[in-house]
């Protein structure tokens, strides 16, 4: 298996056509079965991986944004093999859920974002008023399944770049119809 992964030259996590610099290559002969002119992939040197490693975090994260995009998404959220949120692409993943719980996975399986810590901080220290979101309870920093976070959210959203962008729609699911309070104020 080669695998090769290419970068937008222009500080996109996302490929882009006409401007690509590879990022890192890994060759695997093992787990690969050819069947005439077709290679099937039979066990993926990625699941072996750590991706959370900071000097090749970016691979997956580019190939799932890459993903994301042809598929008409704007980034990609990734999960464990068990179906935990980790992170997105570029950024922090935070959950506000319906009974008032704002959960953001720990930092021991995520990369710590700057933007996710200084909101924590900030709700934390109630340097934002908690009475500007009223749904939101307490912060929560737990493991937590895709599928719950799509099942019970109020809010999704990606917090990076000092910015926060909603999510809202989730792998075909309508998270929300506009920027939630707690989006709109973070």
Avoid at 78 to 98: C, P, R
């Amino acid at each position: 298996m080669i695998l090769v992964t290419g970068g937008g030259g222009d500080f996109g996590v996302g490929l882009n056509k006409t401007k690509t610099e590879v990022y890192l290559a890994i060759y695997r002969e093992e787990g690969i079965k050819k069947i005439e002119n077709e290679v099937v992939i039979q066990d993926s040197e990625l699941k072996s991986l750590n991706f959370n490693i900071k000097s090749n975090n970016y691979l997956l994260r580019s190939y799932i944004a890459t993903e994301s995009k042809a598929q008409g998404g704007y980034l990609a959220i990734e999960a464990d093999k068990e179906g935990y949120l980790l992170e997105g692409s570029v950024a922090t993943v935070a959950v506000l859920l319906k009974n008032g719980d704002f959960v953001v996975p720990p930092f021991e399986r995520i990369l710590p974002g700057t933007t996710a810590i200084k909101i924590l901080d900030f709700i934390e220290n109630e340097v934002i008023p908690r009475s500007l979101v009223p749904t939101l309870k307490q912060v929560v920093r737990r493991d937590i399944l895709i599928s719950e976070a799509q099942r019970d959210a109020s809010e999704v959203m990606f917090l990076g770049g000092e910015e926060c962008v909603p999510v809202l729609h989730w792998d075909g699911k309508q998270i929300s119809e506009s920027k939630g309070p707690a989006a709109t104020l973070f």
